[in-house]
Every structure is written in structure tokens, then in C-alpha cells.
């Protein structure tokens, strides 16, 4: 592997478009610097690259980027989790045009986040907490979407359908216009399949995109983002992977919004405020099949509100000084009830808590360095206040070579259920907030990047499914580290063809055990954390001829990793899970507007289970037609 790794940087000449940095990053400090002075790592993906690959979900977009590992329970719409350089699947803030998605405690679903709209996705991995608060412990992902461009105002309208296997259809329409001032983009999408099983694995997904961006003067801007998803997803599978359930469902629907604005209020000096809202409704059932037969519904309302203030000072040559104060709110109320041969045990949850946080950040060139410094001072009304800080350096050699390091830490509070579960479960609402402390070093120069990582982890919250008398069922334990190496390399071998490789050398080891009622050992000190595995390998070549034909052949090995299997007695579940490999293939053809589409995924339709128990997506083709926007 090292010596394909070598081969291929030797062969690299210039980056290629999709993995190599923008000349101006937004996610990693907040407000827009120049990525040659930014020392965290990150990662930028197109929008226009991801449609051209077939890319539906952002999911699928994220799971070749270095340190990210993509895990889902088996058919197109089932629990889709996100682990990144070693962390928990909660350890990662995810955006929407400034809006996070998680819910309160980090927790996110990726299976419903599509690509629809969307312009660029940008992944900063590493500690972020300076500047987001809670949830951004190894990492943020923020996914900007279109809000138009300017012209003559004459919209431009464009249509995409699809049909592939499963019997599965994605259509979509779109519009895109605006003028000199004003420009707006909105699409409407909707995603259905039958599912990979036989009964019950129906999946719909269906959402509402629109963006408006207004632009009155020079010196002032303002934008504003709706989105509406409404899924619907029918499960078979039990918590081993074997198909019991013919009417087992969940859904999810509701809107989030955000409204931003930017005033230049003198010479280098400017301030944007922002207010972001997401509502969802959750819902699950799980009538029964049969006499007799286990129970369990729940319905949800859930609710998280942001607004900031940033008042940012630049100096024209590089040098930036930010300010900020941030408030959120987070509600949640909702039922549940558990019913069984051994009793009923119905539930409720109605609670809510919020935090102000205040940060400075520090972006300053001199000479061939830059040094960019910030900190952070959080007051939650639940757990009190938490401070967290960055530091980086960036140092450019001659030839296009940087070298550049970081240090920081980042924290996440706990979730409601967390906290405040009562009934079946009792939650602990002294948990302290999971901490994290990280340090990196990379070195780069054109379409190579190498990076070394170490984060420790601390206060970690765990489960104890069988807890003394009158004590919860969650606590704190500390902890674990994970360290690891990226390599990112890309670069065009002819005016045609151009590819990318990606890799990652991850490992993991807990510090101190976990429950005593651990039978499986998912926390036992020296052993690594689970579905983290140790390798993984992402190449890529594109071949592009004149703008209208493009090839684009891609595939992901993931190497051994541990995890439970359910379907094993208690205390044998803890097995290594065997290596995979996923191979896809896109391709389209331009016939003026209208363009031709096909792809193919998992092509040699490897089977090899990327969770115990669970069935594989065999190989899924798509045939369609774009009608471009523009």
C-alpha cells in the first residue's frame, strides 16, 4: 500500500478540482480567509463534481474523504452514522447553511441529507468547538447550497429523472436566476425504492430547497435558506439484521430556515448576524405482528434555534480579528410506550435548555507564517460553563511547499434522553459534557497533503443496561485516544485525465473501562473503539472530453474493524469484521442542455457486510436524463 501510495504521488502534477482547497474557506474561521493561512484540515467538495458522480446523499459524498468513515444498517434509507478521525457518531457538527442539524447531544441521521442544491461542502476535521460550540469534537461539515447568480432575471429552469434498480426513481425540477442584485435557486425533489428486502423496506424521501440572496448596495448583503424534508422509511430488520417485522417504521419531517446578513460599517470593519430554526417531527411505530408480540412507539418534537452576532476587522493584508456571541435554544417534548409480555412502561419527555456562547478569534500573517488563535467561554443551563481553545501555525516554503500544526479542544453536551430519560431507562442528569483535546501536524505541497493526528477523549458517556438500584443507566468514564495519518494526493496525468487518492491510517485504544455490566467488552482498556477501521483506501480517475462526456470510476476499501454481533450469545458478540470493497462507476454525455446519465454502484456487487447481521446493498444502476440549469 505505501509503495502505491508513493507510485501515485510521483505521478501527481496538478490538484484536481474536487479535493484540493478552495482560495477561500468559510468553515474553518468563520468568516472567509484565504486557504493558504488556514491550519486545520480541510476538505472541499463541488456540487457541480458530486452531480456529474451520481451523488445523491451526502453521505455518499463524505465517505471517501479522509478520516471519515460512512456507516449504514444495510437498505437505501436505513440508519446512516458518520465517524470521523476516531471519534463517537456524535462527535461531528453538521451545517446547512449555517444551520446545525444535530439534535441536541450531536446525534444526526445522514440518510435523509441529499445533495439537492447544493453549491459546495466543506469538511474541517479536527476540534472546532472554538467557533461552533457543542458537537464539533473531531470535526465540522457545513453544506452550502445555491441561492442563484446574477444576469438578466430570465429564469433558468432545469429537470433530472432518474430510474435504477430496486425499483427505485429519483426525479427532480429546478430554478436558478436572479439579476445583478437578486439571485435565487430552489428545487424540488423526491426519491423513492422498494428496498433491499422483501416486505416492509419501502423508503421515500422527498424535499423542498430555496435560496434567495440580496445584495442592495456595495456594502451590504443578505441571504436567506429554506429546506423541508418529509421521509418515510419501513424496516423489516430487528436490532440483529434478521428481517422479523412486516409493519416496523419511522419517519421524519419538517422545515429549518436561516437569515443572514453582513454590513460594512467602515474601512476593514464589518458585522453579520444570523438566526437559524429546525423543527422535526419524529415518528415510530412498531405495531404488533402478531398476539402477544413486543411493542414500541414514540412521537417526537424536537426544536433547536440559533442566533449570532460576529463583528469581524480585517486589515486588507491578511490579518483579521473576529468577535462573536452566539445564543441557542434547544426543545424537545414527546411520548413513548414499551409494551411487552412483562409490562407496559409508557414514557415522556418534555425539557429544554439553552447556551450563550462567547468567542475571539485571531488570524495574522507575517512573512512566510501565519498564526491563527482563538477561545471560547460556553454557559448551559444544564451542565454550567465550559471553555474551550485553538491554536495554529502555518509556515510557507519555497516551491509551493506548507508545512502547518494545531492544537485544540473541543466538547459535546449530553442528549435529553441523556439527561432526562425516565421509565424503562433513567437518564443521569449530572453527566458531565463529553471533552476533547487534539493536536495535528501536515505538510503540502500542490495535490499532496499528508497529515498525523492524536486526540484524546474525555468524560465519555456509556450505558450500563443493568445499574444499581436507584442509580441511572448513563455515566461518565475516561476515555480514549485515537491517532492516525491522512494522505490526500491528486492531480491530472493528461488534458483528459485526472485522479485522486485518499487514505487513512486510524487507531484507537480505551484508557479505562467502561460498565461493569459490559459482557460484550465494548469498553476494555487496550482494545480499540469499535467501527473504526484501521485502513481505508479511496482512489478515483476521471476522464472529461470538452465539457460534454465524463467518466468518473471510483471505489473505497475499508480494512478490519471490530463490532458487535447481535446474532451471537452475550458476551461472544465482540467480533473483527472483514474488509470490503465498493467499486462505482458514472458516466454522462451532453447533447446540448440535455444530458445522458448513467451509473452503476458496488459494480462487482462485493456482498462482504459493513455491519454484522446486516444485508448488503447489491449492485444499484441508474439510468437517466438531466435537463442542465445552465
Known amino acids: 500500500m505505501n509503495v502505491t501510495l508513493l507510485v501515485f504521488a510521483l505521478a501527481v502534477q496538478q490538484p484536481q478540482d474536487t479535493v484540493v482547497l478552495k482560495p477561500v474557506v468559510v468553515t474553518a474561521t468563520r468568516v472567509p480567509v484565504a486557504a493558504d493561512l488556514v491550519a486545520s484540515a480541510v476538505t472541499v467538495l463541488r456540487g457541480v ?45 453538521v451545517l446547512l447553511d449555517g444551520v446545525p442539524l444535530n439534535q441536541a447531544g450531536g446525534g444526526i441521521d445522514l440518510a435523509n441529507l441529499t445533495t439537492d442544491n447544493v453549491d459546495r461542502i466543506e469538511i474541517v476535521r479536527g476540534p472546532a468547538s472554538v467557533l461552533y460550540g457543542s458537537d464539533a469534537m473531531t470535526g465540522v461539515v457545513q453544506i452550502f447550497t445555491r441561492v442563484g447568480a446574477g444576469g438578466t432575471g430570465a429564469p433558468r429552469m432545469g429537470a433530472e ?13 429546478e430554478l436558478l436566476g436572479g439579476t445583478p442584485r437578486v439571485g435565487y435557486a430552489a428545487r424540488v425533489s423526491r426519491f423513492s425504492s422498494d428496498g433491499l428486502y422483501a416486505y416492509n423496506n419501502q423508503y421515500r424521501n422527498s424535499v423542498v430547497n430555496a435560496g434567495v440572496r440580496v445584495q442592495p448596495d456595495a456594502r451590504t448583503d443578505a441571504s436567506l435558506t429554506y429546506r423541508y424534508g418529509d421521509d418515510v422509511y419501513h424496516f423489516p430488520t430487528d436490532g440483529t439484521g434478521t428481517p422479523v417485522d412486516s409493519n416496523q417504521h419511522a419517519a421524519e419531517r419538517g422545515p429549518l430556515f436561516s437569515v443572514s446578513a453582513r454590513r460594512v460599517l467602515a474601512a476593514h470593519l464589518d458585522a453579520r448576524i444570523s438566526a437559524s430554526l429546525k423543527e422535526a417531527r419524529l415518528l415510530y411505530d412498531n405495531p404488533p405482528d402478531s398476539a402477544g408480540d413486543v411493542t414500541f412507539s414514540s412521537r417526537d418534537w424536537v426544536r433547536r434555534a440559533t442566533t449570532s452576532a460576529l463583528l469581524n476587522w480585517n486589515s486588507g493584508t491578511g490579518t483579521s480579528l473576529t468577535w462573536g456571541i452566539e445564543y441557542e435554544d434547544e426543545r424537545q417534548r414527546g411520548t413513548s410506550l414499551f409494551s411487552a409480555s412483562y409490562g407496559t412502561f409508557p414514557d415522556s419527555v418534555r425539557v429544554q435548555r439553552n447556551a450563550t456562547g462567547y468567542f475571539t478569534q485571531a488570524v495574522i500573517p507575517a512573512g512566510r507564517a501565519a498564526l491563527t488563535l482563538g477561545g471560547r467561554l460556553d454557559d448551559n443551563s444544564q451542565f454550567g460553563t465550559h471553555a474551550t481553545y485553538r491554536g495554529g501555525l502555518v509556515y510557507r516554503l519555497a516551491a509551493g511547499l506548507r508545512l502547518r500544526a494545531s492544537v485544540g479542544t473541543g466538547f459535546k453536551e449530553p442528549t435529553f434522553y441523556e439527561n432526562f430519560a425516565h421509565g424503562f431507562v433513567t437518564g443521569n442528569p449530572s453527566l458531565d459534557p463529553e471533552r476533547s483535546r487534539s493536536w495535528e501536524a501536515g505538510i503540502e505541497r500542490g495535490g499532496i497533503a499528508v497529515a498525523y493526528f492524536n486526540q484524546r477523549f474525555r468524560d465519555l458517556i456509556e450505558y450500563n443496561p443493568a445499574p444499581p438500584a436507584g442509580q441511572p443507566n448513563y455515566f461518565n468514564v475516561d476515555g480514549a ?9 491528486a492531480g491530472a496525468f493528461s488534458r483528459v485525465v485526472s485522479g485522486s487518492l485518499r487514505y487513512t491510517y486510524l487507531h484507537t485504544r480505551v484508557v479505562e473501562s467502561g460498565a461493569p455490566g459490559d459482557p460484550d467488552g465494548l469498553f476494555v482498556p487496550g482494545k480499540s473503539l469499535i467501527r473504526r477501521p484501521a485502513h481505508t483506501l479511496a482512489p478515483q480517475i476521471v476522464a472529461a472530453w470538452s465539457n460534454r462526456a465524463r467518466v468518473t470510476i471510483g471505489g473505497l476499501w475499508v480494512g478490519k474493524r471490530d463490532d458487535l454481533d447481535f446474532r451471537r450469545p452475550v458476551g461472544q458478540r465482540r467480533v473483527a469484521v472483514q474488509p470490503y470493497t465498493r467499486v462505482n462507476v458514472a458516466a454522462e454525455y451532453g447533447l446540448g442542455r440535455v444530458v445522458l446519465t448513467g451509473s452503476a454502484a458496488n459494480v462487482f456487487n462485493d456482498q462482504r457486510q459493513e455491519l454484522p447481521g446486516f444485508r448488503v446493498m447489491g449492485r444499484v444502476l441508474f439510468l437517466g436524463l438531466r435537463l442542465a440549469v445552465d
Not at 63 to 84: K, R
Open 49 to 93: 463534481d458530486l452531480v456529474a458522480q451520481g451523488v445523491r446523499t451526502v453521505a455518499d459524498a463524505l465517505e471517501t474523504v479522509p478520516g471519515v468513515h460512512i456507516v449504514e444498517t444495510g437498505s437505501v434509507g436505513g440508519q446512516t452514522s458518520l465517524f470521523m478521525r476516531g471519534g463517537e457518531s456524535d462527535y461531528v457538527k
Open 161 to 173: 429523472l432518474r430510474a435504477g434498480t430496486y425499483g427505485s426513481t429519483d426525479g427532480a425540477i
Open 481 to 489: 485516544v485515537a491517532d492516525g495519518i491522512e494522505i490526500e494526493a
